[in-house]
């Protein structure tokens, strides 16, 4: 039974960035799922799949992972790259292309 801890990622489809503060406890899965034949829809015998616990912090993650004597995988967050960007710079004189319609 192997755990992953990271933080989520930024949802792409909104620019806001809740839910991405909290450290995710998700447990690997440890079976394949398999397409129901009836409806289609994918099933697992694995009941810990449904598991997601949040912690405020990566330490608290880690202590209860160590806790219960799960192992765990830490995957740490990426850092975004930063472009500062303005609207004027759009019509600035020292333009790498000119801005023509």
Do not use: C
Request: net charge positive.
């Amino acid at each position: 039974m192997l755990a992953r801890i990271y933080r989520p990622a930024k949802n792409a489809m909104q620019s806001g960035k809740a839910k991405t503060k909290d450290w995710v406890l998700e447990f690997e899965p440890a079976s394949a799922r398999k397409p129901d034949p009836l409806m289609g829809w994918t099933t697992s015998s694995d009941m810990n799949g449904q598991v997601r616990l949040t912690f405020e912090t990566r330490d608290e993650a880690i202590a209860y992972a160590q806790r219960y004597e799960i192992a765990f995988q830490l995957f740490e967050p990426k850092t975004p790259k930063r472009i500062l960007k303005a609207y004027a710079d759009n019509f600035a004189a020292n333009r790498k292309q000119p801005w023509t319609h």
